[in-house]
C-alpha cells in the first residue's frame, strides 16, 4: 500500500501559486534586462538572476559562484557561468575579486545561463560542461578517530543549462529532444529550466525525460534538482599531495 500523502486541494493550490509567483518574478527579471544593450553585461546580470535564484533554493552546504574549475595536473576548464560546489571541505584557490578557481573534485554541478535554449546554445552548453568533466579528480581515504572511510567513488558531475525562454516553436518537443541526443558522454546535459516556463531532465533515466508543469516549471526544477544532489551525498576527499607534487614538478623542468 503506497504511504503517500496528499494535502487538501485549496492547500496545494496555495503552494502552486506561491512557487509560480516566484518563477513570474524570475520571468521578468530577465525580461527586464533586455533593457541592457550590451550583450556582455546583460548576460552578466542574467547569470546573477539564476545564482540569486539557486542560492535561494539550495542548502549552505551547496555554494554557488562563477568559477573556473582546474585539476591537480595543472589543467583548467572553460570560465563556466554557475558552478555548485562544496566550500566546507574544498575551498576556492587564487581568488581575486569575483574571478575565482574551484578544484575538480569539489564540484557538484555546473550550468550555463543562456539566453535561450536552442540547438546553439544547447550545444554551447554542453561544450562548457564537458571542459569540466575531462578534468582530472582525485579521491583519498579519510582518516578519523575510529578508523579510516574508505575514499569516496567519484559520481558524474551534473551539467545543465538556465535561459529566459525555449526557441523552438514547440518548446521541448520533438526538434529539443532530436538535438539533445546527440549530445552524449562529458557533452550530455542532464537538465534545463526557461523561465518561460519549460524544464527538463534525465535524473532518473538518461533515456527517459521529466518535465515539469509549465506554471511552476521554477520550484519543479528546484526540487529535483535538490534530489539529485542528495543522491551524490558527498564530494571526494582531494588528494591535496597531487596538487603539492604538480607545483614540484615544475620546479624540476
Not at 554541478?109 to 582530472?136: M, N, Q
Amino acid at each position: 500500500m503506497s504511504t503517500e500523502q496528499y494535502g487538501s486541494p485549496e492547500n496545494e493550490q496555495f503552494l502552486r501559486d506561491a512557487f509560480a509567483s516566484e518563477q513570474e518574478c524570475l520571468a521578468a527579471s530577465l525580461k527586464s534586462s533586455f533593457r541592457i544593450t550590451h550583450n556582455g553585461d546583460r548576460g552578466e546580470v542574467n547569470e546573477q538572476f539564476f545564482i540569486d535564484f539557486l542560492r535561494a533554493y539550495l542548502p549552505n552546504r551547496y555554494t554557488v559562484e562563477k568559477a573556473i574549475v582546474l585539476d591537480s595536473l595543472g589543467q583548467v576548464s572553460h570560465s563556466i557561468d554557475i558552478v555548485v560546489f562544496d566550500r566546507q571541505y574544498t575551498p576556492t584557490l587564487l581568488d581575486n575579486e569575483k574571478h575565482r578557481y574551484v578544484p575538480a573534485e569539489a564540484v557538484y554541478a555546473v550550468f550555463e545561463c543562456k539566453p535561450t535554449i536552442d540547438k546553439g546554445y544547447l550545444e554551447y552548453a554542453a561544450d562548457k560542461i564537458a571542459s569540466v568533466r575531462k578534468l582530472h579528480r582525485t579521491s583519498v581515504n579519510i582518516h578519523h578517530a575510529g578508523g579510516v572511510f574508505k575514499k569516496k567513488e567519484l559520481f558524474p558531475i551534473v551539467g545543465g543549462i538556465l535561459a529566459a525562454n525555449v526557441e523552438w516553436a514547440d518548446g521541448l518537443g520533438d526538434s529539443f529532444r532530436k538535438n539533445h541526443q546527440a549530445l552524449i558522454g562529458d557533452k550530455q546535459v542532464d537538465c534545463g529550466f526557461a523561465a518561460s516556463g519549460a524544464c527538463f531532465d534525465i535524473f532518473a533515466d538518461q533515456n527517459a525525460y521529466t518535465f515539469g508543469p509549465p506554471e511552476n516549471a521554477l520550484a519543479y526544477f528546484a526540487f529535483r534538482l535538490l534530489w539529485k544532489l542528495q543522491s551524490l551525498a558527498t564530494v571526494p576527499a582531494v588528494d591535496w599531495m597531487a596538487y603539492a607534487r604538480t607545483l614540484a614538478r615544475s620546479n624540476d623542468v
